[in-house]
């Protein structure tokens, strides 16, 4: 079992920064790739990044692409999103994923899930 924690949310304005943690239960970098997602009011969960096992590969939705940086710290169990040049449109709740046989942008592939940190990006 893995719990993941995000935190780092919160409101900002549009062209502004935000670096988003999510803090895994256990190390899990060797063995699981690792997500984040968004879901903003009345629309379905998005892919937004994703983190191979290794760290090797990273895949990025078009719409983030050049403004949002995933990273790990397998000493620290935690997976990093560095979003700048924040939108209004980027505004949505963020889940941390984690899982071991994923397919980068399918959230049904993956197995474990964060509670959600809220992103809000002001015009």
């Known amino acids: 079992q893995v719990q993941l924690v995000e935190s780092g949310g919160g409101l900002v304005q549009a062209g502004g920064s935000l670096r988003l943690s999510c803090a895994a239960s256990?190390?899990?970098?060797?063995?699981?790739?690792m997500g984040w997602f968004r879901q903003a009011p009345g629309k379905e969960r998005e892919f937004v990044v994703n983190?191979?096992?290794?760290?090797?590969?990273?895949y990025y939705a078009d719409s983030v692409k050049g403004r949002f940086t995933i990273s790990g710290d397998n000493a620290k169990n935690t997976v990093s999103l560095q979003m700048n040049s924040l939108k209004p449109e980027d505004t949505a709740v963020y889940y941390c994923?984690?899982?071991?046989?994923?397919?980068?942008?399918?959230?049904?592939?993956?197995?474990?899930w964060g509670q959600g940190t809220q992103v809000t990006v002001s015009s």
């Open positions: 994923a984690a899982g071991r046989a994923v397919v980068a942008g399918s959230a049904q592939t993956y197995e474990y």
């Open positions: 983190i191979s096992s290794s760290g090797g590969s990273r």
């Open positions: 256990r190390r899990t970098f060797s063995s699981y790739a």
